[in-house]
Nanobody, 126 residues
Framework: QVQLVESGGGLVQAGGSLRLSCAASGRTFSKYAMGWFRQAPGKEREFVAAITRSGGTTYYADSVKGRFTISRDNAKNTVYLQMNSLKPEDTAVYYC???????????????????WGQGTQVTVSS
């Protein structure tokens, strides 16, 4: 399995931006499709975005489409989540996840991903 460490969370005002990073260990990062999920207090973990192994295809939850952008740099073993126009409802712990193999539009559930980071808190104030 790959080890994942998220960073970049924090407190931001509504309308602001943050960029999350997720650094992966090991030399086989390009074998993994990557995803971002989030979990707010009292709610289930939900899909945010995912990206294929090559970075050529991305998928987004409807709630973040047009505001968030997922990208990856396989040379740096890192996946990013650029979050713009943040809303208070985006407040959550954000988790990076890895899935060995392919990705489709239906690959958006936590059990689809086998490795997880520890999470980073994002708080959006109104």
């Amino acid at each position: 399995q790959v080890q994942l460490v998220e960073s970049g969370g924090g407190l931001v005002q509504a309308g602001g931006s943050l960029r999350l990073s997720c650094a992966a260990s090991g030399r086989t990062f390009s074998k993994y499709a990557m995803g971002w999920f989030r979990q707010a207090p009292g709610k289930e973990r939900e899909f945010v975005a995912a990206i294929t192994r090559s970075g050529g295809t991305t998928y987004y939850a409807d709630s973040v489409k047009g505001r968030f952008t997922i990208s990856r740099d396989n040379a740096k073993n890192t996946v990013y989540l650029q979050m713009n126009s943040l809303k208070p409802e985006d407040t959550a712990v954000y988790y990076c996840a890895a899935r060995e193999g392919g990705l489709t539009s239906g690959t958006s559930y936590p059990p689809d991903f086998g490795s997880w980071g520890q999470g980073t808190q994002v708080t959006v104030s109104s």
